[in-house]
């Protein structure tokens, strides 16, 4: 009886006297509506149902009315029951129909990830090609500078100024090794140290003579660090090979040692030896590559410790955990 609920649908009640509703969902709405028409319904009644009783009558006492007529009574706005079976039938049906929906939501959501994915990897590409020609240009220019330096060492006379362009250029070489080795890599993030040292460790070699080479051991862990601390790593190591190189054998080739290793959960050691001449165990600070480790040292958060090899000089720099991040290759 769907005027008794809603007043105005008793305009409809020849269509629309009863009705029954499923909710597919809520946001958006959507709704299915079935509509019974009226079906008028005769009831036989022993007198008038709507006849009052007897006014006269004691408080409390029943009465019957004064009228046993047959009263015929024609009852409107009604529709037929909805059935048990027909109202479970609709629940089945809402049931299906929510699954249809929730696969139909699991399918756009897809198709948007998937596109999503699709959007994210391009700009990766187009990234990841920038990169390259940045790193590209970089290593272009580096050699440039590295050419430059060299030629101008040629025209100079004095020994020692000659001899300070050379360690800028093999500093800026380190910074080229670098800069190559992300410009091959497949990661643009991580370096492989073990593979950059001793591509580093090559190009200073050759610079000095291939007698250097055949001096200089490289026992480097297999570890992966960010390229910006392998940078820091590799200018510090460049810096100390060349002091081993100018001062451990009076500038002849000896026996100098590499090594890297785990330090704590994910720290990392660095170990620069050779059996020249010694050290003291005291770091001179005064000179420009002294104070150039230092700062590179500050920057790594490290700690850089000079010692007695016996003979020679063992440094030995340590990247505490928790620094940097560093993983295994």
Not at 7 to 27: C, D, F, T
Not at 110 to 129: I, P, Q, V
Not at 253 to 277: F, Q, Y
Request: aromatic share 6%; hydrophobic share 40%.
């Amino acid at each position: 009886r769907l005027s008794q609920e809603y007043p105005p649908a008793e305009a409809w009640a020849a269509h629309a006297s009863g009705l029954l509703s499923l909710v597919i969902s809520r946001k958006p709405a959507m709704l299915v509506i079935w509509f019974r028409a009226e079906e008028v319904e005769t009831v036989n009644w022993a007198g008038n149902p709507h006849e009052p009783l007897d006014p006269n009558a004691p408080a409390g006492t029943l009465c019957p009315r004064r009228s046993f007529e047959l009263w015929v009574e024609q009852v409107r706005g009604r529709s037929k029951p909805w059935r048990t079976n027909e109202q479970d039938a609709v629940r089945r049906l809402g049931e299906r129909l929510s699954e249809v929906g929730r696969v139909k939501a699991l399918t756009r959501m897809n198709r948007y990830l998937g596109e999503t994915l699709d959007a994210r990897e391009a700009a990766l590409a187009e990234k990841d090609l920038l990169m390259r020609e940045v790193h590209h240009r970089v290593q272009n220019n580096l050699q440039l500078v590295t050419s430059m330096l060299r030629l101008q060492e040629r025209e100079i006379e004095d020994a020692n100024a000659r001899r300070q362009l050379e360690l800028a250029r093999d500093r800026v070489k380190s910074i080229s090794v670098l800069h190559r080795r992300l410009w091959r890599s497949d990661d643009l993030q991580l370096v492989n140290i073990d593979t950059f040292l001793s591509e580093l460790v090559d190009d200073l070699a050759n610079a000095w003579g291939h007698k250097w080479r055949e001096q200089i051991e490289i026992e480097i862990a297999p570890i992966k660090m960010p390229g910006e601390t392998a940078l820091l790593l590799g200018l510090i190591v460049t810096e100390l090979l060349t002091n081993a190189f100018k001062h451990a054998y009076g500038g002849e080739p000896g026996p100098i040692t590499v090594r890297t290793r785990e330090s704590g959960k994910s720290g990392l050691m660095v170990i620069v030896a050779d059996h020249g001449v010694g050290t003291d165990g005291s770091q001179k600070t005064g000179s420009f590559g002294s104070q150039l480790v230092r700062r590179l040292v500050e920057q790594l958060s490290g700690e850089l410790e000079f010692a007695s090899n016996k003979p020679g000089t063992l440094v030995t720099l340590t990247i505490p955990a928790g620094t940097v991040a560093i993983e295994p290759s």
